[in-house]
């Protein structure tokens, strides 16, 4: 299956591959791709945590686990409230903004795939 994106061309067995090797599924997904859709913005945890619909301390994990990988920028602010964002210039930023312009339920599709995948039959 071909995905087209504002003239190129996206294979789903590529999207698929994208997500199983960088372990994109879940919350972590479901984050990245509201960050894709807002990659200029920062938000504080309450927000995020407010917006995905889970807790604060799971989103927590979430976020250390993708601020030590490069993935999201962690700033204070002279209040002492954190804000994150996602970092520009990872090399995974940009193919994000592009998984988030697609169809949400293709995604959903090929990560139930990844999901099923993983569990031993």
């Not at 996206?10 to 997904?29: R, S, V």
């Not at 938000?43 to 995020?48: E, K, L």
Request: glycine content about 4%; proline content about 3%.
């Amino acid at each position: 299956m071909v995905i087209d994106y504002a003239g190129d061309s996206l294979k789903y067995q590529d999207i698929y591959e994208f997500l199983k090797e960088n372990e994109f599924t879940g919350l972590k997904l479901k984050l990245l791709l509201f960050w894709g859709k807002h990659p200029q913005a920062k938000f504080n945890i309450d927000c995020i945590a407010h917006v995905l619909d889970i807790t604060r301390q799971h989103l927590r994990q979430i976020l250390k686990e993708l601020i030590d990988t490069g993935m999201v920028n962690e700033q204070y602010f002279s209040s002492g409230i954190a804000h994150y964002s996602l970092n520009p210039h990872h090399a995974l930023c940009l193919p994000l903004q592009q998984l988030a312009s697609l169809d949400w339920s293709l995604i959903k599709n090929i990560e139930g795939e990844i999901e099923r995948e993983a569990v031993p039959a």
